[in-house]
């Protein structure tokens, strides 16, 4: 990194909430300046005190802070924070799980990184150009934590204009698609095609929940992906599953997850359909399930995405509801920040109404203790799960 780094000044009132923990310094919050994305900026008020040390980043963040100290940001201070996230994952993790995420970002003071396990190979994550720029150093400060682990493998993990590239830094990946474990359950993901970084590690407790209320029901399991949820119904002893998702790809791997946790292909549906198509002709078919589960892509990538985002909720609920037993379950998720928990609800109480169903809220949560939130930053509260039980 750049021995001196550039210097920055607020314009705006903004040092209490970054001391408190906030990880991002908008740029319009900054006096105007010109800095590669990646440069070490330190930031000062408008008296020229000290405020904090981070990275130069792009649009509209201006900077992402490492640090509210007057320190170097350095391989020292990377490899202390990955220290801090492993310890961490030893207390949260459950038994028999060798799939989680080890860094999350600025949930664990390394904003713009991500890294997750998957056996002995991990896949680092980059959010946006000040990471692009800098991620050699934050490998270099996490070699010795990820060696005490096992990690064999690293690949790297960038956006691009056409979506995600991943490519292999260091050892020998061998197979692209891995059998993981979460609580004895067999996961299979692609970690170099795969959506996110192989798996949605962010649902395992999700996950658990389906597992523990499934015995004897008819689940449907709508953008199934690779049927994380459809193999924890059916190891919680579900009558039928049902997997829906528009991937080929996705649908074969949700069959191969199936078969590889040992149960029967004759309990197990798997459709490549497009999603609310199959859901108008089962609903034409009069067809209803005991739990019906809808974990769709982000409808809201950005804020002025939001209004059309909670049509398609609103949508998606209203027909989901259609599809559930008298006196089944619904579970609901979104993963965008975009779409507050409040807004969320409200679409669900909204489509309650528009299907004529009451709607009992069971439980809601989040992500696991894996992805953990500063509270200062409710920016970064962006996964949510509602368990509700539908009644006329």
């Known amino acids: 990194m750049s021995p001196s780094p550039v210097e920055l000044r607020l314009r705006k009132p903004v040092e209490r909430a970054i001391a408190g923990g906030h990880p991002w310094i908008y740029r319009d919050a900054l006096l105007p300046f010109e800095a590669p994305a990646g440069s070490i900026a330190t930031v000062r008020d408008g008296a020229g005190r000290f405020v904090a040390r981070g990275l130069v980043d792009g649009d509209a963040i201006g900077v992402r802070v490492f640090t509210t100290r007057d320190e170097a940001l350095s391989k020292e201070l990377i490899a202390l924070r990955f220290a801090r996230a492993i310890e961490l994952r030893r207390l949260v993790v459950p038994a028999d799980t060798d799939a989680w995420r080890l860094l999350h970002g600025e949930g664990d003071r390394l ?17 946006g150009p000040g990471a692009e720029a800098q991620w050699p150093l934050v490998r270099e400060g996490m070699r010795e934590g990820l ?117 029967s292909a004759s309990t197990h549906e798997a459709v490549v359909a497009d999603v609310p198509a199959w859901i108008q002709q089962a609903t034409k078919e009069r067809r209803r399930f005991d739990l019906v589960i809808a974990d769709p892509p982000s409808f809201a990538p950005s804020d002025a995405a939001l209004p059309a985002a909670l049509k398609s909720y609103r949508a998606l609920h209203a ?25 969320f609800l409200d679409t669900l109480d909204e489509s309650a109404s528009r299907a004529s169903k009451v709607l009992q809220v069971i439980d809601a949560w989040g992500a696991p203790g894996d992805h953990p939130r500063l509270l200062a930053f409710p920016e970064g509260d962006y996964l949510k799960n509602v368990l509700m039980r539908v009644t006329d």
């Not at 027909?319 to 807004?343: D, I, K, P």
Request: aromatic share 6%.
């Open 319 to 343: 027909a989901c509801l259609g599809l559930v037993a008298s006196g089944g379950w619904y579970l609901a998720g979104s993963c965008s920040s975009h779409v507050t928990r409040e807004l």
């Open 111 to 127: 904003p713009g990184f991500t890294c997750d396990r998957y056996g002995d190979a991990a896949v680092l994550g980059l959010d």
């Open 147 to 263: 060696a005490a682990l096992g990690v064999r493998t690293l690949l790297l993990r960038r956006r691009g204009p056409d979506g995600a590239r991943v490519e292999v830094l260091e050892g020998d990946l061998g197979e692209a698609v891995r059998n993981v474990r979460e609580r004895g359950m067999v996961l299979r993901g692609d970690l170099l095609h795969g959506q996110k970084t192989g798996l949605f590690l962010d649902q395992r407790e999700s996950r658990y929940r389906v597992r523990s209320i499934a015995s004897g029901l008819r689940v449907l399991n709508l953008y199934s992906y690779t049927g994380g949820f459809s193999v924890a119904a059916g190891l919680g002893g579900a009558k039928s599953v049902t997997s829906v998702d528009i991937a080929p790809g996705a649908i074969a791997l949700a069959n191969e997850t199936w078969a590889a946790n040992g149960l």
